[in-house]
């Protein structure tokens, strides 16, 4: 297992495999190479863990992990105390990137040392009305994705994930903790590199799930 790769990815997954390689692939069409995936099975039954094991001989730079069912939160923390790369970010099972993703947020943290954390840069794939999730802060009421803070979009030094206590374990947005409160000791800017392609509306997602059992709909 190679330990000097200069970006760990995160993928924490739960019950995706009809949708993981397409997140996988578009890591792997990355300009930059320079990269270990940390693929987190946060307890799922569908059969990903055989469909992964014949890859990971073929690709020594995947790791995979599994535990039982703790929710996002505490998944993505794991990777984050098993990371072994310079800096660290997310890709969700649902989602992917584009080419350059990883490049241009690499750049940005080379030449400008003084930032500790970037996020943003989402394109967002879906049909309209779904790109509007249930609130974090005002229950009851909705909110445009361009306005929340997409967890999978935050890159920064793995050091500084570390120091900045992880994820809470809420169960809706974790995000709308974590992000305030590392900005309170960190330098944190939000990037506009339309690069994170953000799939909305899937049946499964947690802020579908969430606004059905709040019994809100979508504008």
Avoid at 74 to 85: D, V
Wanted: glycine share 8%.
């Amino acid at each position: 297992m190679n330990q000097n790769k200069k970006i760990s990815v995160i993928l924490p997954v739960y019950n995706r495999k009809h949708l993981i390689m397409r997140a996988i692939n578009s890591l792997a069409a990355q300009t930059c190479k320079d990269w270990e995936l940390l693929i987190m099975d946060d307890g799922s039954s569908d059969g990903l863990a055989e469909m992964l094991f014949p890859l990971l001989d073929a690709n020594p730079h995947w790791r995979y992990c599994r535990h039982s069912h703790r929710g996002l939160a505490l998944t993505r923390n794991l990777g984050i105390a098993t990371a072994s790369g310079e800096y660290l970010t997310f890709l969700d099972s649902d989602d992917e990137y584009k080419p350059e993703h990883l490049a241009v947020r690499l750049d940005y943290m080379h030449s400008h040392p003084d930032v500790d954390f970037i996020h943003g840069g989402v394109v967002l794939n879906g049909p309209p009305e779904s790109h509007y999730v249930p609130d974090a802060v005002h229950k009851g009421k909705m909110i445009h994705l361009s306005e929340c803070y997409i967890g999978s979009t935050l890159f920064g030094k793995t050091e500084t994930f570390r120091r900045s206590g992880g994820f809470k374990p809420l169960p809706y947005s974790a995000e709308s903790e974590f992000l305030p409160r590392i900005a309170a000791q960190f330098r944190v800017e939000k990037v506009a590199f339309p690069t994170y392609i953000y799939y909305t509306g899937l049946p499964d997602s947690i802020c579908t799930i969430k606004g059905q059992n709040e019994g809100i709909t979508t504008r």
